[in-house]
């Protein structure tokens, strides 16, 4: 009962999601063709909130909700970087749908995307068994 409220905001930002048209297909393939700028407002309004969230957390030196510090640590820009997200970028266009909308189709009455899904989940199982040999 005590992550009832993690459902309660998955479920809220699922709505969020859907009324924003950013699970749309049709959303999805305009902004793959650039014929709208609905997804990329979306995304670039993302990109700076974050951005003046990081700002904010690192000027304020904020602590996690536990107390603890909040540690920025810079990613190595690798090949497998390039790699993931072109596979990412594909599996987009193809589906019409990333990983965290997958969800909100489903419950959105999309029982298709269902196949994306699963194969989203076995994905990560497989990039799981085959990280130590993956490029990093």
């Known amino acids: 009962m005590k992550n009832i409220k993690f459902l309660f905001f998955g ?5 969020i999601l859907y009324k924003a048209e950013v699970i749309s297909w049709f959303r999805i393939q ?3 063709r650039f014929q709208s700028f609905h997804m990329y407002g979306i995304i670039g309004s993302a990109i700076a909130v974050g951005m003046i969230s990081i700002l ?3 000027k304020l030196k904020l602590k996690s909700i536990d107390g603890a510090d909040i540690t ?3 990613k190595q820009f690798t090949k497998g970087t390039v790699i993931g997200g072109t596979l990412f970028g ?4 193809l589906t019409g749908a990333c990983p965290g909308p ?3 189709l489903v419950g959105a009455g ?3 995307i269902g196949i994306a899904l699963l194969s989203a989940v076995a994905g990560v199982y497989l990039y799981g068994a085959l990280k130590n040999k ?3």
């Open 11 to 15: 479920i809220l930002f699922g709505i």
């Open 30 to 32: 305009e902004m793959f």
């Open 56 to 58: 904010v957390i690192k």
């Open 72 to 74: 920025f640590v810079p």
């Open 90 to 93: 594909i599996g987009w266009a």
């Open 102 to 104: 997958l969800f909100a």
């Open 110 to 112: 999309y029982w298709s």
């Open 134 to 136: 993956l490029p990093h």
